[in-house]
């Protein structure tokens, strides 16, 4: 079986626990707010396979400080950055979210920094108080390389259901193909090894 490993970021007052929760349970919480830092575990099934998901989400903060990636990115094997459409400071936080992942990445993980990331503007239902276009949030995915998709946690499951999905469907292709490389890399050398050794006793003979 299959583990893997999601953290979900981004600003107090995004939804991102509220677009959660509608994923695992179908129920819509509203308004929640955590203090503490929690882990969530979900047996699921995706093309016929298999897998244990656990999604990390670390309390928001609400200061401009960095937010909370030191424990996150390291351990996830994908991101979820979340973003309300009717608050533009939460789509700023989550472009610093987007810029310190790839950060992180580049100085923790050897340049593997495309690691899927899917980018969510929440409270679609709000749109006639929207302060961030959809072409906005957009533009914001394509230059970070990652999925985009609006959605609204208190209306809508199958959106929220799709977007996991498809996030995991990638993070599945991504650990098959590092694990494919680190393999392929394994090989090339072993090979050189058998080879040193095997020259150098054709050499002394």
Not at 103 to 122: F, S
């Given at each position: 079986m299959n583990d893997i490993k999601l953290a979900l970021l981004g600003s107090e007052g995004a939804g991102k626990s509220a677009v959660l929760v509608r994923f695992?349970?179908?129920?819509?919480?509203?308004?929640?707010?955590?203090?503490?830092?929690?882990?969530y575990h979900k047996r699921l099934s995706i093309d016929g396979r298999q897998l244990n998901l656990e999604?990390?989400?670390?309390?928001s903060e609400s200061s401009e400080a960095r937010c909370i990636l030191e424990e996150p990115v390291d351990w996830a094997d994908g991101f979820v950055v979340v973003y309300n459409i009717s608050d533009r400071s939460s789509f700023i936080h989550a472009k610093n979210i987007l810029l310190q992942i790839r950060?992180?990445?580049?100085?923790?993980?050897?340049?593997?920094?495309?690691?899927?990331?899917?980018?969510?503007?929440?409270k679609q239902d709000l749109c006639h108080i929207r302060q961030v276009c959809e072409?906005?949030?957009?533009?914001?995915?394509?230059?970070?390389h990652c999925n985009f998709q609006e959605v609204s946690a208190a209306e809508s499951y199958q959106d929220i259901a799709n977007l996991f999905t498809q996030?995991?469907?990638?993070?599945m292709e991504h650990l098959k193909y590092r694990a494919d490389r680190r393999r392929y890399s394994g090989s090339k050398s072993m090979a050189k090894l058998i080879n040193?050794?095997?020259g150098k006793r054709r050499k002394s003979v």
């Open positions: 695992l349970t179908r129920r819509f919480i509203g308004e929640y707010a955590s203090n503490t830092n929690s882990l999604v990390f989400d670390p309390c950060e992180a990445r580049m100085d923790n993980c050897k340049g593997d920094v495309e690691v899927p990331v899917c980018l969510v503007g929440n072409d906005e949030g957009r533009c914001l995915a394509q230059e970070n996030l995991i469907r990638q993070v040193n050794v095997f």
